[in-house]
């Protein structure tokens, strides 16, 4: 299956097919069932998708030209429009990661990443985690991310096939996360 799927980095004609999948699993729309399954948090608009498509930070994985999967790739000045990166970057002077200070430059905000429930358990974010890895690597030697601590099957995902580290954690809205760190310069299929 994964064989047949293409990766690329999103196009403008290819807004609808973001927002679609994004509408299937976006948390507020899935009953507390649904959400055990994972989820993403940050709904984002046609003139946000505008904007990191321009950016070059927007990848998907493709089959038969429908959207399956796509990782945002965004930098800290993209993601400071909502209040919860701007609450986890304030933390950065907290945390460290193998020798790294992390700042807002020398890391990015990785995700939201979404897979089509279809494709999921089936090695897909490896190849597509790797596609996006291989573009940002340029640009960033850090990745961070947050993962709700409910949604355990990301936070499975990242930790056990990506080897995300966790970091940390806090709370926001009422919610609690993890704070997961990822060294761009190691393929997915390494270990730390």
């Known amino acids: ?7 690329e980095t999103a196009k403008m004609n290819e807004i609808d097919g973001v927002l679609a999948l994004q509408e299937l699993y976006l948390v507020a729309n899935l009953s507390e069932e649904e959400k055990a399954s994972g989820f993403v948090t940050t709904p984002f608009t046609i003139e946000q998708l505008t904007e990191v498509i321009t950016e070059n930070n927007l990848f998907v994985a ?3 030209n429908k959207i399956i999967a796509y990782i945002f790739a ?4 993209f993601f400071k ?8 970057s304030s933390l950065f002077p907290e945390l460290t ?5 992390i700042t807002t430059t020398n890391s990015f905000q990785y995700g939201p990443i979404c897979i089509h429930k279809e494709y999921r358990g089936k090695g897909l974010i490896i190849p597509l985690f790797e596609f996006m890895r291989k573009h940002v690597v340029k640009k960033y030697p850090l990745a961070l ?6 949604n355990i099957p990301s936070t499975k ?9 966790i970091i940390g954690d806090f709370q926001f809205n009422n ?6 760190a990822y060294y761009m310069n190691q393929e997915a299929s390494e270990t730390i």
């Open 81 to 88: 429009q909502w209040p919860i990166f701007n609450y986890m």
């Open 175 to 180: 919610n609690e996360y993890f704070i997961l």
């Open 62 to 64: 493709k089959n038969n």
């Open 157 to 165: 995902a990242h930790t056990e096939k990506l080897k995300w580290t």
């Open 74 to 77: 965004g930098s800290w000045e």
């Open 97 to 101: 990661f193998l020798d790294f200070d």
């Open 1 to 7: 299956m994964i064989d047949s799927i293409q990766f």
């Open 145 to 150: 991310t947050f993962i709700n601590k409910v």
